[in-house]
């Protein structure tokens, strides 16, 4: 107890340094099976990953991850194993934001795909870390 007391300053540093680590990661909204672009980027690049855009149409058009596929999302469940036919590849997910899909993440999890992840805040993050864009 005499050490506590004694050292209480030197606690209370060492508590709030391993607080500092810790919120950081909490506070990114990273979900369980989500990707930052970079780790995405190294994922297609050594993995062969294959990215699926999971937007409308009109979204898909006016910008999408370089060579992504198109499924929307309301047709994901009949239209990715037509898509991606190697289950164990790496599919990383694409929308706008990265909302739509992390849903999709569950649908292609139920479809049996081992390594599927959502681009953490989706094509707005992609653009902001100055990776290509395509318009169709």
Not at 40 to 46: F, K, P, T
Not at 62 to 82: I, K, M, N, T, Y
Not at 107 to 126: E, F, P, R
Request: charged letters at 20%; hydrophobic letters at 50%; proline letters at 4%.
């Amino acid at each position: 107890m005499k050490f506590l007391m004694d050292n209480w300053l030197l606690i209370l540093v060492a508590l709030s340094s391993g607080a500092m680590l810790v919120l950081p990661a909490a506070g990114r909204g990273m979900r369980a099976g989500s990707l930052s672009p970079a780790a995405a980027v190294n994922l297609i690049n050594r993995e062969k990953g294959v990215v699926v855009d999971v937007c409308d149409t009109a979204e898909y058009a006016a910008g999408h991850v370089g060579g992504a596929r198109h499924v929307p999302l309301d047709q994901l469940a009949q239209r990715l194993p037509e898509v991606v036919k190697n289950k164990a590849l790496p599919v990383i997910l694409v929308c706008g934001t990265g909302t739509r899909a992390q849903r999709a993440v569950n649908i292609a999890q139920k479809l049996g795909y081992a390594q599927v992840h959502a681009l953490a805040g989706g094509l707005k993050a992609w653009k902001e870390a100055n990776l290509p864009v395509e318009k169709s």
